[in-house]
């Protein structure tokens, strides 16, 4: 039987639109798109630019708002909430892994990634501190803890950058382009922490890249084409891919949810 945790759906669309311009130029970009994702999956988000990816990934970060449809995180329908509770949603239920880490150079490794939890309370306290050299330590940068951002080689700051991803425990975890900015052996390193989170935590990973290798390492493909969102279920073996076009009256398939 299955673990009720691993059945939880952290993440729901529902016939999602999105929409740019106003007047008479409208342009959609997201055609009434439906996705699942839930509690410990492990998925890449791939698609060329123009594909109306980053504009999937922004809905789903809570960066945006749909122009119809339902975005549920967490069983909360985000189009009943306003903007002050969306910033507190998306700081309970997300952590972000960007391309470029944006650290804060003047600061240290342990204090950002206490950051997320200080952003939330308002302050920064022993306990937010211990948490983060715990995550510090499980991402092998407990020694340049107090090494300031700024000295720290671009390999171990996206290590930093994934311990402040998940400092606050969050159900989902966003990952733009991760390994984008990394060598192929950094990369190799900093894709296995994330896996390796994903295993131990039980936390829902996305992961936007461009290289098809990462891709491939992950439990689903989600492809955008056109502003549509076609999904691929990896199994096994790179041919049993099952591809299933949405938007355009579709059915969830078995076993591809």
């Not at 059945?7 to 311009?21: C, Q």
């Amino acid at each position: 039987m299955a673990d009720a945790r691993s059945e939880e759906v952290v993440l729901s669309l529902e016939d999602v639109t999105k929409d740019y311009g106003d007047g008479a130029v409208v342009t959609r970009v997201l055609h009434g798109g439906a996705l699942r994702r839930r509690r410990g999956e492990f998925a890449a988000l791939i698609g060329p630019s123009g594909s109306g990816r980053s504009t999937l990934l922004n809905l789903v970060g809570l960066l945006d708002r749909p122009a119809s449809g339902r975005l549920l995180l967490l069983g909360q329908d985000t189009s009943t909430l306003d903007d002050d509770a969306l910033g507190r949603l998306r700081g309970q239920a997300l952590g972000f892994v960007f391309q470029f880490h944006h650290l804060l150079p003047a600061f240290t490794a342990v204090e950002n990634v206490a950051m997320p939890l200080a952003a939330q309370r308002g302050w920064m306290d022993d306990d937010m501190r211990a948490r983060a050299a715990s995550l510090l330590q499980e991402v092998g940068m407990l020694e340049r803890a107090h090494h300031k951002a700024s000295a720290l080689s671009g390999g171990q700051q996206q290590r930093v950058a994934i311990a402040r991803a998940l400092a606050g425990n969050p159900a989902l975890a966003l990952a733009d382009e991760p390994t984008g900015n990394l060598d192929t052996h950094t990369a190799d390193e900093a894709f296995s922490l994330l896996r390796r989170f994903n295993r131990e935590r039980g936390t829902t990973f996305l992961v936007v890249t461009h290289d098809p290798r990462l891709a491939e390492r992950c439990d689903r493909v989600i492809e955008v084409v056109d502003g549509r969102i076609t999904r691929l279920a990896v199994q096994r073996h790179l041919d049993e891919r099952l591809h299933v076009q949405l938007g355009r009256g579709a059915g969830l398939l078995p076993g591809a949810r």
